[in-house]
């Protein structure tokens, strides 16, 4: 049956043949159900593999894709505990969103279109996750950012949110090009780009190695842009104007989540190389405070979700950098689940306020919308790591990893929690609590959304509730079930400090965090729903530091001014100096030559049969005195 | 073997149905027909079986050219029927058409001289009178004529160089005459060099080699469209797979007497090609002079002469085919639609047709030999293939060759964009599963060009 | 069988065949008149057949032999084709002239 997991890609590959050519032909019913089918099958698959899988990573070769001479790259699957774990991410909220998107996007004219882009979506992640060797991820990689832009350019008659598409793809580009380069360093320092012949010669190499410090750290740059660690994030947030599920698929739950799921796929690299293994602790947890900061000022109901989504890939980062790999990947595994459960809530919120995000025009919706607000209460309790929901275990086990190896990352950590529960709570205050403020058309069109959207929300929060305890710490079971699955594939850091946190010291951090939350929970509760605590409309009203932070820290004018401002000018003079001058002159001059030797050679051919055959002589005759009397 | 009395059986009831009025089942059966020679075809994979006494050979090499020009078929006879309505001889074509696919697959599986002789003769006449089955318009009954003409005289030449080759060693069996040669010590040099060059000389005049290419743009210009699509790749395929067979298989032991001399043809072919197509302003001449080019590549594979040349030249045949069949049909029906052939007619495809529009993209990209399209790997594996045998002077005229290949086949996709011809291209379904399908492949290919590489 | 190349030694006809051949090359090259050009490719093949037929008793193999009769019934086809070619650019231009045979071009 494990031989057979090469049809989980294969099945969303049909789904999104069938709607992209079917086109405005295919009745809606029938693309979106269709479309959902697809991915239930793989989910089903996926699953089936999972159950029967014995710990023994499985290679699945399909076919010899490129091969000439020494380079041959075949297209082989990978099964092992990893791709298997994201497999069933993938296809499962995958499978959840999809039927969500039936309800979200009914009445949408591209709604075809929006199904083929969301299955073809899935078929490279699934490449991305599945491929045996880095070429096929990449392909994967690739894939799903092009998928990305596409879907945020869904709605392409607005020039605003092509703007954020392109931008989205430039910045990836400059994470691809790292990627890239790592991958073609790979090939020549190993030889190969396959995992399997990859990893175990890797253990030949000594510590911080300065070829394996290269490929790691272009790697790295690659996990950079796709998963919007700093300072490649700037597309992630713009990233919010393709639709809510997009919103929650891509950019919440799994594209972003493909730069982890490469550096815990690398793990054996890495491990080799500690220097590496520092920037990324740095990085993830100056862009997990820094967007924190962000989030508690925006007023953009996704941005705020964006900028979260930010924040909690940068904790993700700070446990690879650790090396504590496989909690990372239960922290990708939780967060999956409550950040697409906040992003289809805040869909569904949107849903019901015709299209209004700012949430300084909501409020009162809690009796409005009463299963919205019983989920977005969950996911924000879980993300804010409320026990025993799923944030509480992977958070605190991050934060308990983060402890043992390195106190100061520990104390950005916290101070970064504080600050993700203030966020939250003051965004679902602010939405669901306090009075209505949007119009008077809007409050009397309020209404809970249908069936299709509600059943993925409900299932979502079950998953969001109960999500932590695959991975209950070792204070209340006997052994980490979820990092003991991960623990064969996984190779540590020769500087990982192995021992645990002590028993005690776990609990009193457990009870102190819980302790802070409630409290924190008090204070915005009172600041928020009261109708004082409603951030103002304009920018101006707001306190210095508010404001730096509400304009997110004018990191994009920032970015204007040093890197797009300069590039301007240098293209303008290449393109006066040497490109017009010189290049255009050879090119032309080149061009002349072309075209009068055509002309001239065109005469040649006379259309006289007489001649043609003249000329066939004439060339045998050559060919034969060439030959045989020379 | 079973695949050439399918084939052969099809085309004779196709004779009958004219006789005995069950046209309408022609088609049908024609389809059932090729599909089980494909099957066969598919069946007799790695058995490498000699037939009637050694006088065929059905090796791999064999069988994936059968395949491809099989395929190629099928797909001619999904787009062909909409161009003959109006004609009452409709099952005559058809069955020159299958007749001609039979002295295809007899120049791929030949393994003596006389079926290379007869494969070759069954395909041409064919072809020369398909060539002219337009009969009322002068410039079919010209095709035909100089086809005809300049195809025969050829042949003339073939003989001769055969007999020659059977005077110096004794005997048509291409085993039996490789053999002779490799033990040297022959009798007559002169007669042998001689012959070898004579057959070299007609097959480059089957694959429209420079300087014996002259027939090729007349001819594909003044032939009805759908039967210029079908020469310039059915047709080429075989004349290509009999010229690899009979030089890399037969005289690779006398490689001083013709190589240079091939390696001359090859560079001139692609350069003439190239540079004449630069200037046409008529998109069917164009790709006569387009296909001209290909030859000179494909003929790279031939002086190549390694292990790799085999698989480069069948991935560049089945690349050439699927994107040339989709740029005829879009041309079919794009001078359906404005009457004419020229680059004109494709001013403003893009706006009224964007389907067309993606899929001459596909195809022009494909032929240019950019990727993701099947046309750049095609490209890459006979480059490779002709380095690894040190040739880099002609590797250099190719590249070159294709630099000025992105010319003229970006003028079709530029002229797209233009202003012009407002009114819509209405075209049936038929044409729309052979650009898919034509597509699909060329980019599938593009980007997964490892299906067909490591067959061979 | 040997004693005919006692007399007459298999090179000359070699030469003979070579002439021949060359004088139907000829004959393509300068006659105008489409017919004439059909005899002078029969002749380029019948010279084939001569060589052939030369060689086959030489070697005391017949498949040369059987090679000429393939040659022949294929002429023989390749002749009715290109008759019925000719007949109908007659019919459309009134002359098997080849020279007027040159729409096609460039």
Same mark, same amino acid.
């Given at each position: 049956m494990i031989q057979l997991a090469w049809l989980i890609p294969v099945f969303p590959l049909v789904g999104f043949l069938i709607t992209s050519l079917g086109g405005k032909k295919l009745p809606k019913s029938i693309s979106g159900t269709l479309a959902s089918t697809m991915v239930l099958a793989s989910f089903i698959v996926s699953l089936i593999t999972f159950i029967q899988f014995n710990g023994q990573p499985v290679t699945i070769d399909l076919f010899d894709w490129i091969s000439s001479g020494s380079l041959s790259i075949p297209f082989s699957?990978?099964?092992?505990?990893?791709? $298997?774990?994201?497999?069933?991410?993938?296809?499962?909220?995958?499978?959840?969103?999809?039927?969500?998107?039936?309800?979200?996007?009914?009445?949408?004219?591209?709604?075809?279109?929006?199904?083929?882009?969301?299955? +073809?979506?899935?078929?490279?992640?699934?490449l991305l996750v599945m491929g045996s060797n880095y070429i096929v991820m990449f392909t994967g990689w690739e894939?799903?950012?092009?998928?990305?832009?596409?879907?945020?350019?869904?709605?392409?008659?607005?020039?605003?949110?092509?703007?954020?598409?392109?931008?989205?793809?430039?910045?990836?580009?400059?994470?691809? $090009?790292?990627? +890239?380069?790592?991958?073609?360093?790979?090939?020549?320092?190993?030889?190969?780009?396959?995992?399997?012949?990859?990893?175990?010669?890797?253990?030949?190499?000594?510590?911080?190695?300065?070829?394996?410090?290269?490929?790691?750290? $272009?790697?790295?740059?690659?996990?950079?842009?796709?998963?919007?660690?700093?300072? +490649?994030?700037t597309w992630l947030p713009d990233a919010m104007a393709g639709p809510t599920p997009v919103s929650a698929l891509i950019h919440a739950a799994t594209m972003v989540t493909a730069g982890i799921y490469m550096v815990i796929r690398s793990n054996v690299l890495y491990s080799l190389a500690p220097a590496t293994l520092s920037v990324i602790t740095v990085i993830g947890a100056a862009t997990a405070i820094f967007s924190a900061a962000i989030a508690i000022t925006q007023t953009d109901i996704k941005k705020v979700l964006a900028y979260s989504t930010v924040s909690q890939l940068g904790y993700m980062f700070v446990a690879l950098g650790v090396g504590a790999y496989s909690t990372a990947l239960f922290h990708v595994t939780t967060h999956a689940f409550f950040k697409a459960l906040l992003f289809l809530a805040a869909g569904s919120v949107i849903h019901a306020m015709s299209g209004e995000q700012d949430i300084r025009k909501m409020g009162a919706l809690k009796k409005k919308l009463p299963i919205t607000y019983f989920v977005f209460l969950i996911g924000t309790l879980a993300i804010i790591g409320c026990p025993p929901l799923a944030g509480f275990f992977s958070k605190d086990e991050i934060l308990a990893k983060v402890y043992v190896q390195n106190k100061a990352i520990f104390g950005v950590l916290v101070i970064t929690t504080l600050m993700t529960s203030i966020y939250m709570l003051r965004l679902f205050f602010l939405t669901f609590f306090g009075s209505f403020r949007g119009t008077h058309d809007q409050e009397h069109h309020l209404h809970e959304s249908p069936k299709s959207m509600t059943i993925p929300l409900v299932i979502l929060a079950v998953l969001s509730a109960i999500g932590g305890f695959m991975g209950l710490p070792e204070v209340f079971s006997e052994h980490h079930s979820f990092n003991s699955f991960l623990e064969p594939l996984l190779t540590f850091p020769s500087s990982f400090i192995h021992e645990e946190m002590s028993h005690s010291l776990e609990w009193s951090l457990m009870i102190a965090s819980t302790i802070v939350l409630v409290i924190i929970f008090f204070i915005t509760r009172k600041a928020y729903t009261s109708s004082k605590g409603v951030p103002a409309l304009h920018e101006n009203d707001l306190s210095y530091l508010a404001k730096a932070s509400y304009n997110k820290f004018y990191i994009d004018e920032l970015y204007n001014f040093i890197i797009v401002r300069p590039l301007h000018i240098i293209s303008e003079v290449f393109y006066k100096i040497v490109d017009s001058r010189m290049i255009d002159g050879l090119v032309n001059s080149v061009n002349k030559t072309v075209v009068a030797s055509s002309r001239t050679l065109r005469m040649v051919q006379t259309g006289n049969v007489g001649f043609y055959i003249f000329a066939m002589v004439f060339g045998i005759i050559a060919i034969l005195l060439f030959n045989l009397v020379l | 073997m079973n695949t050439l009395l399918v084939l052969a059986g099809i085309g004779v009831f196709g004779l009958f149905s004219e006789i005995f009025r069950f046209k309408k089942a022609l088609l049908p059966v024609v389809f059932l027909g090729l599909a089980a020679a494909l099957v066969t075809t598919v069946c007799d994979w790695n058995t490498n079986v000699s037939y009637f006494n050694n006088m065929m050979k059905v090796d791999n090499f064999s069988l994936a050219f059968s395949a491809v020009m099989i395929c190629i078929t099928m797909l001619w006879f999904i787009i062909s029927p909409g161009f003959f309505t109006d004609e009452t001889s409709k099952s005559d074509h058809f069955t020159l058409i299958l007749f001609a696919l039979t002295g295809g697959v007899l120049m791929s599986s030949f393994n003596n001289m006389v079926m290379l002789f007869l494969g070759i003769e069954i395909l041409s006449i064919s072809m020369y009178i398909l060539a002219g089955s337009n009969k009322k318009s002068l410039a079919s009954n010209e095709a035909a004529f100089k086809y005809f003409l300049m195809g025969s005289f050829a042949t003339g030449f073939l003989l001769f160089g055969i007999a020659l080759i059977y005077g110096a060693t004794g005997s048509f069996d291409i085993d039996v005459i490789a053999t002779r040669l490799s033990e040297g010590n022959l009798n007559s040099s002169v007669m042998l060099f001689a012959g070898i060059l004579l057959t070299m000389i007609a097959m480059a005049f089957k694959v429209s080699a420079a300087p014996f290419h002259f027939w090729a743009p007349d001819v594909?210009?003044?032939?009805?469209?759908?039967?210029?699509?079908?020469?310039?790749?059915?047709?080429?395929?075989?004349?290509?797979?009999?010229?690899? #067979?009979?030089?890399? %298989?037969?005289?690779?032991?006398?490689?001083?007497?013709? %190589?240079?001399?091939?390696?001359?043809?090859?560079?001139?072919?692609?350069?003439?090609?190239?540079?004449?197509?630069?200037?046409?302003?008529?998109?069917? #001449?164009?790709?006569?002079?387009?296909?001209?080019? %290909?030859?000179?590549?494909?003929?790279?594979?031939?002086?190549?002469?390694?292990s790799a040349a085999p698989s480069a030249l069948l991935f560049y045949v089945i690349a050439y085919s699927v994107s040339s069949i989709a740029s005829f049909t879009i041309l079919l029906m794009v001078s359906n639609s404005t009457g004419n052939d020229s680059i004109e007619s494709f001013y403003g495809l893009g706006k009224k047709n964007p389907f067309l529009a993606i899929m001459t993209l596909i195809s022009m990209l494909s032929l240019a030999g950019i990727p993701p399209t099947a046309g750049f790997f095609a490209k890459y594996y006979i480059f490779i293939a002709a380095m690894e045998n040190h040739m880099m002077p002609l590797v250099l005229i190719a590249v070159l060759g294709s630099l000025i290949g992105v010319y003229y086949y970006f003028r079709v996709i530029i002229a797209m964009f233009r202003d012009g011809n407002e009114k819509e291209i209405d075209f049936s379904g038929r044409y729309k599963l052979v650009m898919i399908i034509a597509g699909i492949l060329a980019l599938a290919l593009g980007v997964a060009p490892g299906i067909v590489t490591g067959l061979l | 069988m040997g004693s005919i190349f006692q007399t007459i030694p298999l090179n000359n006809y070699v030469i003979l065949s070579t002439l021949l051949f060359c004088i139907g090359v000829l004959g393509v090259l300068f006659r105008r008149n489409a017919i004439i050009i059909f005899m002078c490719v029969e002749l380029m093949l019948n010279a084939v057949n001569l060589l052939l037929v030369a060689f086959s008793t030489y070697f005391g193999d017949a498949a040369g032999q059987v090679f000429v009769f393939f040659i022949m019934a294929v002429a023989a086809a390749e002749v009715a084709v290109g008759l019925a070619i000719l007949t109908m650019i007659f019919r459309n231009t009134g002359s098997v002239d080849i020279n007027f045979l040159n729409k096609l071009k460039h």
């Open positions: 699957f990978m099964i092992d505990q990893l791709s $298997l774990i994201m497999l069933l991410i993938i296809t499962g909220v995958g499978f959840l969103i999809h039927v969500y998107s039936i309800g979200y996007m009914h009445g949408d004219e591209g709604f075809s279109r929006f199904f083929s882009y969301l299955n +073809l979506f899935i078929f490279f992640m699934l894939g799903v950012g092009l998928c990305s832009y596409l879907l945020i350019g869904f709605w392409f008659k607005n020039p605003e949110y092509n703007k954020a598409a392109n931008k989205a793809f430039i910045m990836n580009r400059i994470g691809d $090009l790292g990627f +890239l380069l790592g991958i073609i360093l790979i090939y020549i320092t190993f030889g190969t780009t396959s995992f399997n012949i990859i990893f175990p010669s890797a253990g030949a190499f000594p510590n911080n190695q300065p070829v394996i410090i290269a490929i790691t750290m $272009l790697l790295f740059i690659g996990a950079m842009g796709k998963s919007a660690q700093i300072p +490649l994030y | 594909y210009q003044g032939a009805p469209t759908v039967i210029t699509a079908f020469m310039s790749t059915v047709v080429k395929t075989a004349a290509v797979a009999a010229f690899f #067979r009979l030089f890399i %298989h037969t005289f690779t032991s006398m490689t001083e007497v013709w %190589h240079t001399a091939l390696m001359i043809i090859s560079a001139a072919t692609i350069l003439v090609g190239n540079i004449t197509a630069v200037y046409q302003t008529n998109v069917k #001449r164009m790709l006569a002079y387009s296909s001209i080019a %290909h030859a000179g590549y494909m003929l790279m594979a031939i002086v190549s002469m390694n | -």
